[in-house]
């Protein structure tokens, strides 16, 4: 009995430890309201945009600009999607890790002009980028 006990109260304070606080993203780079694009085609000819407009969102789109319409939003305030982000370390606002319905990954704020990003699709086609560096637009 003492051990049943002690399983469910070991339980229950792993549940509340799991808990995870999102968090609006801090970097200024994050919310400077830029467009950066991948260095090269990461899919095919496309190539990967990360757009920090009004929202935080993940495009393909060709080399002059990002496919309007397509694409993942990871994160906007206006619209309540702001459980999706959270920082990976509290002492360093420049990682973020992300998860929405479709795609699990992070962005890495690398300086003022740049942007590493990681994200896998979890639905299909079941895209996987493991690393593509995304540069301010002018």
Known sequence: MKKTVILITVFIIFLISCKVTTTAPENQSLI????????FPVLGKAYLWVTTT????????????PDI??????????????????????????????QTGTLTGSLEVLDDRRIKVYFTQNVTPYIKIMEAVCETTP
């Open 54 to 65: 009004d929202k935080i969102s993940l495009n393909f789109g060709t080399d002059t600009g």
């Open 69 to 98: 319409g397509t694409g993942e939003i990871i994160y906007d305030s206006a619209n309540s999607i702001t459980n999706t982000m959270s920082l990976t370390d509290k002492n360093n606002t420049n990682t973020y890790a992300f």
């Open 32 to 39: 400077n309201g830029s467009n950066y694009k991948s260095s």
